[in-house]
Structure formats: C-alpha cells, structure tokens
C-alpha cells in the first residue's frame, strides 16, 4: 500500500491552487480545527446508526450513509430544511437524474460545536479557491461494509462531483483490504494513488480540476467496514432539477 502524500497544514490552499488536490493527516486537521484527534474520535459511534442506502442501483446492500445540507457565509453556519441529494447524470452516471431521500445527520453530530468548525475551515479553504462567498455544503456520513463479500466505495467509478471543493475523510477502517483511492487530472494525464488508513485523513480536492475514486474493499476479518464523511461545498447554490 503506498502511503498518502501528505501535505503540511500551512501549505495546504497553496497545494490545492498548485495541483487541485491536498491531503491533511490527523495532525494538521487538528491544527486547522484547533482540536484534538481524541475529540474527533468521540464522533465514531455515528457511523454505527447509519441506516442502509435504498437508491444503490446496482443491487448492492453495501452502503449504509445519512444525509445533510447547510449554507456557510464566513463564521456562520446554517442547517437548511432536509432536502434530497440529486446529482446530473454527467456528474454520476449511475444515480444521476434522480432525487435521492436519505435520513438526515444526527443532530448531537450536526450540534457539536466542532462540526461546524470542520464546516467554517472546509468553506475558508473553499474561499481561498474561488473568492469568499456563500457555500452551499453537503455533508454525507458513509459505511461500507463487506457483508456480502466485496464493498464499493464510489459504484459510479472515477468522477466528479459537480461543486468547488470536496472533502473525503478517512473516519476509520475495520477488517478491510482494498480501498485504494487514485486522483486523477481532469484534463491531463497525471494521476496518484494511495490508501488512507490512518483515522481521520483528509483528502481536500479542487472539483474542477481532478476526478477520483476509492477502489473495491475486501473482508479481511469478520465485520469488516470502511468509514469516511464526504463533505462537498459548491457556490451559487445545492444542485438540483
């Protein structure tokens, strides 16, 4: 397994602006939220009540994921009314066009004063790419699970997803094999692989500019899952029909 390129917290719009992609570990994440690894892992037990996806369009039973919507405007954050998740289908080829009702986030995780801290720093990252401005934020808790033998972190293959910034967050790894995560130009040729494994790695990438994905996880143990919180921030407003 090739380990994540890490890149140092001070460093990181300049990384992002340079390459369209940057990754923090544990440390810097911390450093940026001014916290403490062992606050973050108090969240764990969220991703134990994920309720299974209904919309996976390929027969899978793998995932299991809560949804959530809010606008950040500078230090201010603000949960809107649950609303569906829908993406265009040149976006996500396999759940595109559709409207996609998934139970909301937990309010304890959506409460924590930490929370939004994660959502204000993603937005200041997301400022410093294309100028301050409201962002509009998706936040999607995930668990997939090898019950059934093998377990797909993105079905829909190497993509983007249609906003500014995308945040993937490595929440924790349990009896898994697999799970590589490969980066890739939009428009060039240049791409890099990697597996996250150490909890709460942060992959930040500049929408526009790459696409990505996670590769197939294996059982490797019994139980064996693999959980991230994906966090999207898009300008101008959610997407939607």
Same mark, same amino acid.
């Given at each position: 397994? #090739?380990?994540?390129?890490?890149?140092?917290?001070?460093?990181?719009?300049?990384?992002? $602006?340079? $390459?369209?992609?940057?990754?923090?570990?544990?440390?810097?994440?911390?450093?940026?939220?001014?916290?403490?690894?062992?606050?973050?892992?108090?969240?764990?037990?969220?991703?134990?009540?994920?309720?299974?996806?209904?919309?996976?369009?390929?027969?899978?039973?793998?995932?299991?994921?809560?949804?959530?919507?809010?606008?950040?405007?500078?230090?201010?954050?603000?949960?809107?009314?649950?609303?569906?998740?829908? $993406?265009?289908?040149?976006?996500?080829?396999?759940?595109?066009?559709?409207?996609?009702?998934?139970?909301?986030?937990?309010?304890?995780?959506?409460?924590?004063?930490?929370?939004?801290?994660?959502?204000?720093?993603?937005?200041?990252?997301?400022?410093?790419?294309?100028?301050?401005?409201?962002?509009?934020?998706?936040?999607?808790?995930?668990?997939?699970?090898?019950?059934?033998?093998?377990?797909?972190?993105?079905?829909?293959?190497?993509?983007?997803?249609?906003?500014?910034?995308?945040?993937?967050?490595?929440?924790?790894?349990?009896?898994?094999?697999?799970?590589?995560?490969?980066?890739?130009?939009?428009?060039?040729?240049?791409? #890099?692989?990697?597996?996250?494994?150490?909890?709460?790695?942060?992959?930040?990438?500049?929408?526009?500019?790459?696409?990505?994905?996670?590769?197939?996880?294996?059982?490797?143990?019994?139980?064996?899952?693999?959980?991230?919180?994906?966090?999207?921030?898009?300008?101008?407003?959610?997407?939607?029909?």
């Amino acid at each position: 397994m #090739l380990s994540p390129p890490i890149t140092p917290s001070p460093q990181i719009d300049a990384a992002l $602006q340079r $390459q369209g992609h940057a990754v923090l570990d544990v440390a810097g994440l911390s450093e940026r939220l001014d916290t403490t690894a062992a606050a973050l892992d108090r969240w764990r037990p969220y991703w134990d009540r994920l309720p299974p996806d209904q919309h996976l369009r390929d027969g899978g039973r793998y995932r299991r994921r809560r949804h959530g919507c809010f606008v950040v405007d500078g230090p201010r954050v603000e949960a809107v009314p649950h609303r569906a998740h829908w $993406q265009p289908v040149e976006y996500n080829a396999l759940h595109g066009g559709i409207e996609r009702w998934f139970e909301p986030i937990e309010a304890g995780l959506t409460d924590d004063p930490l929370w939004r801290r994660l959502l204000v720093m993603l937005a200041e990252r997301a400022s410093a790419l294309r100028g301050p401005q409201p962002w509009y934020v998706e936040a999607h808790p995930f668990r997939i699970d090898t019950e059934g033998g093998i377990g797909r972190p993105t079905p829909e293959g190497a993509h983007r997803d249609g906003v500014d910034l995308v945040a993937v967050m490595l929440v924790g790894r349990h009896h898994v094999k697999g799970g590589e995560t490969r980066v890739f130009e939009a428009s060039g040729p240049h791409g #890099l692989r990697f597996t996250m494994t150490a909890p709460w790695t942060t992959l930040l990438l500049d929408d526009s500019r790459v696409i990505h994905e996670s590769t197939p996880i294996q059982p490797d143990g019994e139980h064996g899952h693999r959980d991230t919180l994906v966090i999207t921030l898009r300008a101008g407003g959610f997407q939607g029909p």
